[in-house]
């Protein structure tokens, strides 16, 4: 059973974690600076980053903490982010696209993507690439890419991703959790075929109680737990994504989620990834997608 006590000391290493004022991504940043990591809290709300901030300092760890203010939703502003942090930076250990939305009304990003779609894939993507020069510079680098169990059921409808034809929140955000594992799949075959060293990983968190799930109406989420059954805390949700952002064990190209009942509870174990997720044809036309509407191109 591997939780945060099996973390090594993380002192020198520098962690890049996108929506980590709340939730997984709060927990995962929490135990890498009490690793003794230096993580840059990037998040949407700057004020509820420096909140975040605070309440880590409060634990007084061995890491440090900064934050900066970062909108996936808009291209404009991940390329500000991302020139500050170059401009400060000199590494980038791991890079850990956690933030995502779920289920929102409809509506769209800065850019006219489907929100979650956009955010979720589109505006990592980016962050991805712009950050990408750091992550090859800087030895035994990682970028982990969190999904979610809702990838089984995703399908990518490459005529409806600025919802063209309409929208179904449910469909929508397991498109963009399938478009995160089809991303770190292929971001891994590219890499190795550049002959670079990074490596690209997915982990998934299971069912956790979350600010995710803010959009969801009391019905729809006690629907949900009926459904997936009891929901993590927090902490246990981001034992994935700190797996696969640390763990000597973790191979690259692979999906990390929790061990049991499905994959909605337990600890960190490799999840094998349906073929819908491997499907290489779906994968480069996915990325010439990305690499078109954001005119970014990194590898």
């Given amino acids: 059973m591997w939780t945060n006590k099996n973390i090594n000391n993380q002192s020198g290493r520098t962690f890049l974690v996108t929506g980590a004022n709340s939730g997984i991504g709060y927990e995962t940043t929490k135990a890498l600076y009490e690793a003794g990591a230096h993580i840059i809290m990037v998040c949407r709300d700057f004020d509820r980053a420096e909140e975040a901030k605070e309440k880590l300092l409060s634990v007084n760890a061995a890491g440090s903490l900064e934050t900066a203010q970062l909108n996936l939703s808009n291209l404009s502003a991940i390329k500000e982010c991302t020139d500050q942090i170059i401009k400060k930076h000199r590494k980038i250990d791991v890079l850990i696209n956690n933030a995502g939305v779920m289920l929102p009304p409809a509506s769209k990003t800065d850019d006219g993507f489907e929100l979650q779609f956009g955010t979720n894939f589109i505006g990592h993507y980016a962050l991805t690439g712009y950050l990408y020069p750091l992550l090859k510079q800087t030895a035994g680098s990682r970028i982990v890419t969190v999904s979610s169990m809702a990838y089984l059921h995703g399908k990518i409808d490459f005529d409806n991703l600025r919802s063209e034809r309409d929208y179904d929140p449910m469909r929508e955000y397991a498109q963009s959790k399938l478009a995160n594992i089809l991303f770190t799949v ?114």
């Fill in 186 to 299: 292929e971001l891994q075959r590219r890499i190795e075929a550049e002959g670079d060293t990074v490596v690209s990983i997915a982990a998934q968190p299971g069912a956790n109680k979350t600010e995710l799930t803010r959009h969801m109406s009391d019905v729809d989420y006690q629907a949900a737990v009926k459904r997936v059954g009891e929901l993590m805390e927090p902490w246990q949700g981001a034992l994935p994504s700190l797996y696969a952002a640390v763990s000597d064990d973790a191979v690259p190209g692979k999906l990390y989620g929790p061990d049991q009942d499905g994959g909605y509870r337990g600890y960190p174990a490799e999840s094998p990834i349906i073929p819908s997720g491997l499907d290489a044809t779906v994968a480069k036309q996915l990325w010439d997608y990305a690499e078109e509407v954001t005119g970014i191109k990194f590898l």
